[in-house]
C-alpha cells in the first residue's frame, strides 16, 4: 500500500531519472502548456490516462471526477469543477477533441446502477449520489433491459460515457468549435481486467481500438 512517505521516494527516482531525461521537454512546459487533448475520466487509481494512453508531460488536459461525467451546462452559478475545467480547455487552451474515457468496473456506476445511495447524506455518500444522479435516466433504459446484472454495469458504463458526451454539446462554446470544425468529440471505455479499449464508432456504437 501506497503512503505519502512513498509519494516522496517516488518523486525522488522521478527527480533523479525521467526529469533529467526529459530536462528540454520540462523547460519548455515551465513556459507555457499547449495540449491539443482534454481527456474527461473517473478519479480511479486504476484508470489513470497519462499510464493508459502512453502520454508525455504537457500532452493531455485531464480532469478527473467520479464516473467521468459531464453536467449539463448550467449559467445558474455556483461551483462548477468539469464546466470549469472544460471552459479553459477549450476556449483558452484551444484543445481540439475533447475525449471522455470511462472504464470497466466503475463503483460510481455500481453505486448508480444498484442504487445503493440512494438515501445517504452528505458526508455519508451523498454527494456521491446527488453527482451520479447525472446517470438517472441511462440506468432506467438500462436495467429494462439488462436487470442489475453485470450485463447491466457493462452497459451503463457505455451510456455514462454517452450522457457525457450528450451533456458536452450542451455548452455553448463546445456547439461554436463543433459548428466551425475546430473541436471533435470522443468515447471511449477501458477494461481494467483484459486492458482493451474500445471507442465510439460513426455509429455511436462501441468496437475495439
Not at 478527473?64 to 479553459?88: I, K, T, Y
Not at 461554436?176 to 455509429?203: M, N, Q, R, T, Y
Request: glycine share 12%.
Amino acid at each position: 500500500m501506497t503512503h505519502f512517505n512513498d509519494l516522496i521516494d517516488g518523486y525522488y527516482r522521478f527527480r533523479g531519472g525521467e526529469w533529467l531525461e526529459e530536462r528540454e521537454r520540462w523547460t519548455e512546459l515551465a513556459s507555457g502548456q499547449e495540449p491539443k487533448v482534454m481527456i474527461i475520466a473517473c478519479s480511479d487509481s486504476r484508470v489513470d490516462p497519462a499510464t493508459i494512453f502512453g502520454s508525455r508531460p504537457g500532452e493531455v488536459f485531464v480532469v478527473r471526477n467520479v464516473a467521468a461525467l459531464v453536467p449539463p451546462f448550467d449559467a445558474s452559478g455556483g461551483l462548477h469543477g468539469v464546466s470549469a475545467a472544460l471552459e479553459f480547455a477549450v476556449t483558452k487552451l484551444k484543445v481540439e477533441e475533447v475525449v471522455v474515457l470511462g472504464h470497466g468496473a466503475c463503483g460510481g456506476v455500481n453505486a448508480s446502477l444498484t442504487q445503493s445511495l440512494a438515501d445517504a447524506k452528505p458526508g455519508e455518500g451523498g454527494f456521491v449520489a446527488e453527482w451520479i444522479g447525472l446517470l438517472d435516466e441511462a440506468r432506467e433504459r438500462v436495467v429494462a433491459e439488462h436487470g442489475v446484472t453485470e450485463k447491466g454495469q457493462a452497459a451503463l458504463e457505455q451510456e455514462g460515457v454517452r450522457v457525457s458526451i450528450e451533456n458536452l454539446k450542451t455548452f455553448p462554446f463546445v456547439q461554436a468549435g463543433l459548428a466551425d470544425g475546430s473541436l471533435s468529440l470522443h468515447g471511449a471505455v477501458f477494461a481494467i481486467a483484459d486492458g482493451k479499449l474500445k471507442v465510439i464508432d460513426e455509429d455511436g456504437a462501441f468496437t475495439a481500438a
